[in-house]
C-alpha cells in the first residue's frame, strides 16, 4: 500500500492527514491551530512538524515505510501561483510571495503539490464526499471568506491564472455593500459568517426585538454567524430573517453559476451548513425563481459530508491529478 499525506492550511487551523491511494480512508488526521503569528516560516515548520507525526502514526499503525508515502498534497489560502508553488496573498495569514511547495518540500523531502483552499474542499467532496460521481460540480465553501471550487469534465478548472473559483468574489449588487477585496456588492460581504453576524448587529442597532441580544448579553459586538443559527433553531423571528436572506443572497449568485456553468451538483460546505433545511429550503427556491429551468433540473444543491476534512482529501485528490494525473 501507498499513502498520500494531505495538509489543509487555515488561517485559524491546520489539517493534517493521510489517504492510501485509493483513497478509501483517512488515517490520523488532526486539526492544530495554526499560529500564523508565528510568521511563515515557523507555521512552514509546524506543518512539517505534523506532517512528520502523520508519517510516523501510519508507519507504526499500517506496518507501513517511510518510503510508502508519495508525497504531500497542500491546499492553502489563495491566490496561488500553482506553478512556481507560491501563496501570493494570503491575508489570514499575513503572507505575500511566498513559496510554499518549497519550502515544506526542503523540509520533508517529499514532493508536494500546492492548490487553493477552496478547490481542495471542492475537490474532496467530489472524489469523496456529497458530490461524487458529478461530471461538473461547483464547491462553495462559507467560513470567514466564501471560497469556491469548479469542476469540469471531472478536473479542477483553474482558469488563465488560477483565479477560477473565486465565488464568493462575484457581485450581486453593484451598489452593495463594501467587501474587504477593495470592491462593492460581493457575495462574500452578505453570507460570509462575519457577514452575517454584521447584518444582525445592525438589525438589533435598529431595535429589532430579538432572542439574539439577550444571547450575547447585550453585548453586540459578540455576535457571531453561530448565534443567529441558534435562535433561528430557537424559532427567534429575527433569526429566521437573517437565514432566509442569507438563502436569497445565496441563491442569486449560485443561480448565476447554473446559468453559467450547468452543473450537476452545487455542494456547500462549512459553518452555514449548520443552518440546515432552514438555508437550504429557500435557497434552492432563489435558484429555481432566478436559473433556467433545465439547468436548474439538472442540478442538486446540498450540504458537504466532510465536515472538517474536505479540504485534507481533496488537498490529497489534487496531488494525485497534478502528479500521477487522475484521482
Ligand atoms: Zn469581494
Redesign the pocket.
Given at each position: 500500500m501507498r499513502y498520500i499525506v494531505g495538509v489543509d492550511l487555515g488561517g485559524t487551523n491546520i489539517v493534517v492527514g493521510a489517504m492510501p491511494e485509493d483513497g478509501s480512508r483517512t488515517i490520523a488526521v488532526r486539526s492544530e491551530p495554526t499560529e500564523a503569528q508565528r510568521g511563515a516560516e515557523g507555521v512552514t515548520d509546524r506543518i512539517a512538524a505534523l506532517i512528520a507525526r502523520t508519517m510516523g502514526e501510519v508507519i507504526a499503525d499500517e506496518h507501513a515505510q517511510a518510503t510508502d508515502f508519495l508525497g504531500v498534497g497542500v491546499g492553502a489560502p489563495g491566490p496561488l501561483d500553482r506553478e512556481k508553488g507560491v501563496v501570493v496573498v494570503a491575508p489570514n495569514l499575513g503572507w505575500s510571495d511566498f513559496p510554499l511547495r518549497k519550502a515544506i518540500s526542503d523540509r520533508i523531502r517529499l514532493p508536494v503539490t500546492l492548490d487553493n483552499d477552496a478547490n481542495c474542499a471542492t475537490v474532496g467532496e467530489w472524489w469523496r464526499g456529497a458530490a461524487r460521481g458529478a461530471r461538473n460540480a461547483i464547491g462553495i465553501t462559507i467560513g470567514t471568506g466564501i471560497g469556491g471550487g469548479v469542476i469540469v469534465d471531472g478536473q479542477l478548472y483553474h482558469g488563465s491564472s488560477d483565479v477560477a473559483g473565486e465565488i464568493?468574489?462575484t457581485t450581486i449588487d453593484p451598489a452593495g455593500r463594501y467587501?474587504?477585496?477593495?470592491?462593492y456588492g460581493?457575495l462574500?460581504?452578505y453570507a460570509s459568517g462575519p457577514a452575517i453576524a454584521v447584518r444582525a448587529r445592525e438589525a438589533l442597532e435598529r431595535d429589532e426585538e430579538s432572542a439574539l441580544r439577550r444571547m450575547v448579553n447585550g453585548d453586540l459586538t459578540k455576535l457571531t454567524s453561530a448565534t443567529v443559527y441558534e435562535a433561528a433553531h430557537d424559532g427567534d423571528a429575527l433569526a429566521r430573517e437573517l437565514v432566509s436572506d442569507t438563502a436569497r443572497f445565496l441563491g442569486t449568485g449560485i443561480a448565476n453559476l447554473l446559468n453559467t456553468l450547468n452543473p450537476d451538483v452545487v455542494v456547500i460546505t462549512g459553518g452555514v451548513t449548520k443552518a440546515g433545511e432552514r438555508l437550504f429550503e429557500p435557497l434552492r427556491a432563489e435558484v429555481k425563481r432566478r436559473a433556467f429551468r433545465p439547468a436548474v433540473a439538472a442540478c442538486r444543491i446540498v450540504p458537504g459530508e466532510l465536515e472538517g476534512t474536505a479540504g485534507m482529501v481533496g488537498a490529497v485528490a489534487t496531488f494525485k491529478q497534478q502528479r500521477m494525473g487522475g484521482a
Open positions: 464568493g468574489h467587501c474587504k477585496c477593495g470592491n460581493c462574500e460581504a
